[in-house]
């Protein structure tokens, strides 16, 4: 992610299309998926095979397992839009899925609204927060925005506890419970999908590129005629409307929000470790952090025991010294280094 | 006008302790350049130390105060030595994930030691009040303020006054000039980190024996801490305890004049204190420098 002082003559958003090229989405070409049919082919398989897997009797917790990670992808994939591509790391981003989650409660209790037209409610709830938090916080560089976004979100948890008349408080709100565990793993496994293809075509797109160029070099890209203001909130908009929208499905899935659990702190560390394991800024990091993690701890974790925060403490120290590319990060710089001394040899040096 | 002058001490002697962690969180930052978001947890863990040493040797938190506070500069600078000063020179991302983990990991261990039942450090004087103009305080309150404005005037003179002092405001300044001049970074950054760690082990100890705190607290005091250091300006200790007083003036009036539901809305307050600042003067009240200097 170091930015070198920028070279007369290449423009700023070029030279990170140019470095970033060589980062995921090639990193993986140059391997052996060379062949885009192929990626493809391979990408419908595997989504064949998920569509049809429920049909095949599995029980309640499997079925949770995987859209457990589904979601995970969700969260990680639209995380990774604002904190990996533009650079604006959002340690608070909870708070979008705690506006989700209480944006559908709120109008099922208060309204009598039936849930599934809150739906489409929470994503709107996310894009006004993020409107109104972004607009200022987004001129702040670096770590400020970092922090001060931790703060909206320990700031909504606040509010969620104190106007106790209006959300419940502490008590929280009980919705009523429909368990239907296929319905689920095919929304949260539709939501995967789509924020993975829109990342993809993200990374492709002219927007895209300008995120990479406000992350590579804000004030080069601003001279180029990037408007960054805009880039980056429609970056943290984008990204916050998906949290709001996952945040409303998981209430209604779990049938009960408070705001300790819809403003989680453990939330804000399993997105920044999942995405770091995978690779921030990356198109693919962000899903296979979540799937790699969310497996991981399954099978040695199991529940969430009274130690969980010191385990998920020690494994992101791990990974930011060890890992601080992500497993594509570091995959592509192996693929992209090969890639260099091939091509020095045919230089015949 | 009786409570409104009680409402007012109180919210100074609270901007105190602010004061004093803020200025820990401050020094690293504007020195390093690292966020620490284990800054909380740090806090906690001196109040840890002397509820501790209180519990089970009986010793006066003032008494052990300045104990732990060496304990506290030994643990910052095994911190920086350890971790923290290998992603120093990386993206800040990087110091913000490892400082969260390391946030993370703290709470664990106290949980794990102390349990999630919030405790007190009694003293024998944990029930006195201190009569001051007609106005009271609490006696631990007393001394927290004051254990406040005495270590900021001496980490004042150190800052300024002193070899080590001007060699970390140089570092501050600019790294490479002072690399020039044969300072060792490295060593500077260990002794920025160990000073800031021993001032919020300090306002630990201190708050210790005023309020009851448990291992979940960590992020909120971050969280003031840092409210203070973007209203007053990174490296400006007026700046910083004028920020601390305002913080606390804003969280004792809430407190009082708010109905019911003002004691829970000092995050709240602060945070949208800090947006409207941020919206008025995008670089802080301290304004003129970028922010993103770091200095």
Redesign the interface.
Known sequence: MSSGTPTIGTAPHQKAADRLSAAPARGLASSRFADPRLRAGLFAAGLAALLVTPAFGLNNSALLLLSTVFMWIGLTSSWNIISGFTGYVDFGHGVFFGIGGYTAGLLVTHVDMPFWYTVPLAPVAGLVFALLVGYPLLRLRGVYFSIAMLGAFMAMRELALVFRDFTGGSGGIIFKAVIDRTLFYYVFLGIAVAVVLGTVWLRRSQLGSSMLAVRENEIGAEARGINTTAVKLTAFCVSGAITALIGSLWAYQTAFIDPAIMFRDILLINLALMVTLGGLGTVWGPALGATVFILLRETLWGTEGEDFLLFFGVALIVVVLVLPKGIVGSLADRAHLARARRAGKEDGR | MGQLSQVVLDGIVLGGFYALIAQGLSLV?GVM?V?N?AHGECVLIGAYLAWTAQHYLGIDPLVALPVIMVLGFGFGWVLCKT?VG??VE?????????T??????????L??LFSSTPRVTTTSYSDDVVNVFGLTIPTPRAFMLLGAVVILVLTWALLNRTRVGRSIQAAAQNKAAARVVGIDIGAVYAIAFGIGIALVFAGGTLLGSAQGFYPFLG??L??KA??IV?LGGVGRMTGTVLAAMVIGLIETMLASYVPS?GT?????A???L??LV??VR?NGISGGKQ??AGV
């Not at chain 2, 969260?100 to 261990?109: L, P």
């Not at chain 2, 829970?264 to 709240?268: E, Q, S, T, Y």
């Open positions: 930052f350049g966020l978001l971790l290998r992603v990386r993206p800040p991302l990087m110091s913000l994930l490892l969260f983990g390391i946030g993370a990991v703290a709470q664990g261990v949980l794990r992020p909120l971050t969280m840092f409210a973007v539901v829970g809305l000092g995050i709240a602060a945070f949208i800090v947006v941020l919206v995008p922010v993103t």
